[in-house]
Nanobody
Framework: QVQLVESGGGLVQPGGSLRLSCVAS????????MNWYRQAPGKQRELVAQ?????????ADSVKGRFTLSKDKVRNTVTATLQMNSLKPEDTGVYYC?????????WGQGTQVTVSS
């Protein structure tokens, strides 16, 4: 079992920055990918960014050049940090951390990001 704890959401003005963190603990040895999704009101959940075991990253076109996802393993935890710059109102939503291993995935509880003046 894997536990995911997210932090870092909040309210920010357009053009501002936020940093989201997701700490994975428990049976992390088989995790090969950690991802951030988001869900805006009335819309489906969408994939924002992925980071794989070899630190390869993939981003949605809508966030390329603005968001950076990194991963750090320390002892028995893995932290996936999403640095979000030049935020736009359309980035508003609940952001969810997701961890994947073969045949399994786990979700965090979500953290609200609101971009508004």
């Amino acid at each position: 079992q894997v536990q995911l704890v997210e932090s870092g959401g909040g309210l920010v003005q357009p053009g501002g920055s936020l940093r989201l963190s997701c700490v994975a603990s428990g049976n992390i040895v088989n995790i090969y990918g950690m991802n951030w999704y988001r869900q805006a009101p009335g819309k489906q959940r969408e994939l924002v960014a992925q980071v794989f075991d070899d630190s390869t990253t993939i981003y949605a076109d809508s966030v390329k050049g603005r968001f950076t996802l990194s991963k750090d393993k320390v002892r028995n935890t893995v932290t996936a940090t999403l640095q979000m710059n030049s935020l736009k109102p359309e980035d508003t939503g609940v952001y969810y951390c997701n961890a994947q291993s073969v045949g399994f995935e786990w979700w965090g509880q979500g953290t609200q990001v609101t971009v508004s003046s």
